[in-house]
T-cell receptor, first 112, second 115 residues
Framework: KQEVTQIPAALSVPEGENLVLNCSFTDSAIYNLQWFRQDPGKGLTSLLLIQSSQREQTSGRLNASLDKSSGRSTLYIAASQPGDSATYLCAVMISGTYKYIFGTGTRLKVLA | NAGVTQTPKFRVLKTGQSMTLLCAQDMNHEYMYWYRQDPGMGLRLIHYSVGEGTTAKGEVPDGYNVSRLKKQNFLLGLESAAPSQTSVYFC??????????????FGPGTRLTVT
């Protein structure tokens, strides 16, 4: 059974720091991996999607990498800002299905 | 282009009452999903649909039913609400035929309280 883990559960950093959020999954048979941002009381906003054949994707200050063989993905945020404060979730799409399994998220706080 | 919308935004039910949550998308997506989000447990898949007229069970389907009579709508029903169904419910959709990816798009959520 696919399990997705995000460590740490919470993170607090000063503004301007570069930071890395981690996502690990137990079964490498995935079709893609997607990173989301969730603000308190809101829905999920898609940040980046990496296909299983890709190694990384970039959007602005965000860079996501994927290592399928080791079951890991990282989300790199450059020059963090207070506006980056949110919960970040990763989700994997299981190969051969249309289902996604989510991690429990990392709650990020960027201090001004 | 509204994306994914959910109705209602908030609802309070008494134990044993029934209700239907409506999800609508205007992106011509084939796949639609219902999740629930509980503190400390992330999002869990309740039911999903891979096309009009199809439905399938996710991780936590008990106590819920769904229907996808039209491609753009996905309904989630609670026949006899229980306090354990107090949660925030999210709908998502993905995949346009001929599109490049299975990126999921989410609605704003429905906060349901069962007393």
């Amino acid at each position: 059974k696919q399990e997705v883990t995000q460590i740490p559960a919470a993170l607090s950093v000063p503004e301007g720091e570069n930071l890395v959020l981690n996502c690990s999954f137990t079964d490498s048979a995935i079709y893609n991996l997607q990173w989301f941002r969730q603000d308190p009381g809101k829905g999920l906003t898609s940040l980046l999607l990496i296909q299983s054949s890709q190694r990384e994707q970039t959007s602005g200050r965000l860079n996501a990498s994927l290592d399928k063989s080791s079951g890991r993905s990282t989300l790199y945020i450059a020059a963090s800002q207070p506006g980056d404060s949110a919960t970040y979730l990763c989700a994997v799409m299981i190969s051969g299905t249309y289902k996604y399994i989510f991690g429990t998220g990392t709650r990020l706080k960027v201090l001004a | 282009n509204a994306g994914v919308t959910q109705t209602p935004k908030f609802r309070v039910l008494k134990t044993g009452q029934s209700m239907t949550l409506l999800c609508a998308q205007d992106m011509n997506h084939e796949y639609m999903y219902w999740y629930r989000q509980d503190p400390g447990m992330g999002l869990r898949l309740i039911h999903y649909s891979v096309g009009e007229g199809t439905t399938a069970k996710g991780e936590v389907p008990d106590g819920y039913n769904v229907s996808r009579l039209k491609k753009q709508n996905f309904l989630l029903g609670l026949e006899s609400a229980a306090p354990s169904q107090t949660s925030v419910y999210f709908c998502a959709s993905s995949y346009s035929p001929g599109g490049p990816s299975y990126e999921q798009y989410f609605g704003p959520g429905t906060r349901l309280t069962v007393t």
